[in-house]
């Protein structure tokens, strides 16, 4: 297992941006998929990017265009660019390490952060 440990969530004004950071407690050079998932109050859980260890990418079509992944091996940190911030982009964003799949999608992660909070003022 590998702890996560999630930072950079606050409160940003619409149109605004902010940078999460998860920092593992070991190399992640060999996971097979990092990413982040986000929950608002009343909504189901979103997964909104994951970055696999081959480097692929994907984004929810909700963030596409304003949320950019990425993964630093050398600091075992992966990174959540968060651009041109929406009140619906309000929630609580965890990083999610080990990703399970199903039928080559990806489904979850076995290993959470604590998760921090995005919350989009208007």
């Known amino acids: 297992q590998v702890q996560l440990v999630e930072s950079g969530g606050g409160l940003v004004q619409p149109g605004g941006s902010l940078r999460l950071s998860c920092a593992a407690s070991r190399s992640i050079f060999s996971i097979n998929a990092m990413g982040w998932y986000r929950q608002a109050p009343g909504k189901q859980r979103e997964l909104v990017a994951h970055?696999?260890?081959?480097?692929?990418?994907a984004y929810a079509d909700s963030v596409k265009g304003r949320f950019t992944i990425s993964r630093d091996n050398a600091k075992n940190t992966v990174y959540l660019q968060m651009n041109s911030l929406k009140a619906e982009d309000t929630a609580a964003y965890y990083c999610?390490?080990?990703?399970?799949?199903?039928?080559?999608?990806?489904?979850?992660?076995?290993?959470w952060g604590q998760g921090t909070q995005v919350t989009v003022v208007t």
């Open positions: 999610g390490a080990n990703g399970t799949y199903y039928r080559g999608r990806l489904t979850d992660f076995s290993s």
């Open positions: 970055i696999t260890s081959g480097g692929t990418i």
